[in-house]
């Protein structure tokens, strides 16, 4: 091959090993989807749905959690959100992802997007003071009872069957 | 009307430069310098400040044809007995054992195409350790994290939420892209 060939062809991408690597998935995730791979749903489910006794489920529920400010602002400070490695921006569409995405029909109408800002507020208060599973039953039956959350927001913590 | 000193320079440096060079001269240079723009981001150099870090020794020596060796792409952060020396595959368990529902999630690159894929690292759970050979016993541990992170840990036996705990073996799925995300 010529150097001016050699040339041409690596210009238009010939050389090299290409056909293995055309093989392999090539799903794309959103910048949010991937975070939330990779920093939540090891546990939560890659659709928000796990073991509900051992982790909260997260599909068609964690918009309920924005009826009260109490419960906006726990989603962002629970320990494992506010000490997350992702900065206040990133955490901040993760949330969204997570509430208006993954929980799709659970946020009450209207509600607002997190921003940066209010979460970046809130991750420096982590809820590290509580006694977490009591602080979350308490919050759950409020949402229960006041609110429109259905009662399988209980199911997180219960004995396995 | 004297023309000004500031002219006169002005004069001759422009009859100067067009003495010796020409139109076609410039149009020569300005065509190679086109020509060579897109080669150029081709140079190692280019190439090197596209790498996301350096590579990590498991990636100095990852391989994509044998999944049954620890040094399998996938298996960056594999931390125990593959699958695939037991029956199962590298993202399938064995029969008799199955898949955890818990797992932690990070990437490996595949050497390939140098690109950074997800993976889920899920152990199958629900018999006894397999009693593989030496070789199928893996402790890759990039970009994992210590205990106290333990969502990104492998340390830790990830047979959560089944009846059984017990630790058979470890796969690694693959999920997709982790870079060139979609904004």
Redesign the interface.
């Known amino acids: 091959m010529t150097w001016i060939a050699r040339c041409a062809a690596m210009t238009l991408g010939l050389l090299g090993s290409a056909a293995p690597a055309a093989q392999m998935p090539t799903a794309e995730f959103s910048a949010p989807q991937r975070d939330y791979i990779l920093a939540c749903a090891g546990c939560h489910g890659l659709h928000g749905v796990s073991n509900p006794h051992l982790v909260p489920s997260l599909q068609g529920l964690a918009g309920y959690f924005l009826d009260l400010p109490k419960g906006r602002a726990y989603l962002s400070r629970l320990p494992n959100v506010a000490f997350s490695t992702l900065s206040d921006e990133q955490l901040a569409a993760v949330l969204n992802y997570m509430v208006f995405e993954i929980g799709a029909g659970s946020a009450p109408p209207g509600a607002r997007p997190y921003v940066a800002a209010e979460v970046g507020q809130w991750r420096k208060r982590p809820l590290t003071e509580v006694t977490l599973s009591a602080y979350r039953r308490q919050l759950v039956e409020t949402l229960i009872r006041r609110y429109r959350a259905p009662a399988a927001l209980r199911g997180y913590g219960t004995d396995l069957p | 009307m004297s023309k000004s000193p500031i002219d006169q320079l002005g004069e001759r440096l422009t009859r100067k430069l067009a003495g010796y060079s020409s139109r076609r001269s410039f149009l020569a240079r300005l065509g190679m310098a086109l020509s060579a723009t897109?080669?150029l981001p081709?140079l190692p150099v280019a190439r090197a400040s596209a790498a996301d870090a350096p590579k990590t020794d498991f990636e100095r020596y990852a391989q994509?044809t044998d999944p049954t060796k620890c040094t399998y792409w996938k298996y960056c952060a594999s931390d125990g007995v593959l699958c695939s020396c037991c029956g199962g595959g590298s993202h399938t368990c064995p029969p008799g054992a199955e898949p955890s529902?818990?797992?932690?999630?990070?990437?490996c690159v595949?050497p390939?195409?140098g690109?950074s894929?997800?993976i889920?690292y899920r152990d199958c759970c629900g018999k006894p350790i397999c009693s593989a050979g030496k070789s199928c016993f893996c402790d890759g541990g990039d970009r994992e994290l210590p205990t106290y992170r333990s969502?990104l840990n492998n340390d830790i036996i990830w047979c959560?939420?089944?009846a059984s705990a017990t630790y058979h073996c470890s796969t690694a799925a693959?999920?997709?892209?982790?870079d060139?995300?979609?904004?």
């Open positions: 897109p080669v081709l994509t529902p818990i797992s932690w999630i990070g990437t595949n390939e195409n690109r894929y997800v889920a969502p959560f939420g089944k693959l999920l997709g892209l982790a060139g995300a979609r904004k």
